[in-house]
DNA sequence: GCCAACGTTGGC
DNA sequence: GCCAACGTTGGC
């Protein structure tokens, strides 16, 4: 069992946009940076990630998803129309991955990315690491287990 | 809107 | 393969 991070822009996606869809389950899309799409593609089914919402007026984590079905390709890449298309990735040779995730717990209040930095034992985590733009992080299980305990 | 940090592109 | 220029991210 492994841990994760997937970070959206809440305008884009939110988690309560998750929580309305059908089975709250949804296609992870629009991954276009390498070292993230890696991360995907080492997603395992039952996996779980936070649901983490950035460039917004609260960035922090909204709550937890779990990964429902491993990395296939991303058919908006493929979907001239997609704000997310990229004519080199096909269907014969996919560039662009996602995994589908679903709705565990969305918190009732989010956890605030100054109240994660108060937290001395989460000092290491990559989405507090200075600099750091990746859309898909790993977690390790104390840092999961500790902000989870806040919710 | 600002700006630091980072990833990608493309000329050489 | 280097690296400057450019575009994007994302907190503030």
Redesign the pocket.
Known sequence: MQYWLL?S?PDTFSIEDLANRAQQTEPWEGV????ARNYMRAMKKGDLAFFYH???AI?GIAGTVKIVKAATADLSAMDPESPYFDAKSTVDNPRWYVVHVKLVKLFKTIIT??ELRTEKDLAEMVILR??????VTPVSREEWEIINSWR
């Not at 200075?130 to 859309?135: A, H, K, P």
């Open positions: 970070k822009e276009r940076n390498y070292q950035s460039s917004c960035p990315l100054p200075r600099g750091n733009r990746l859309s």
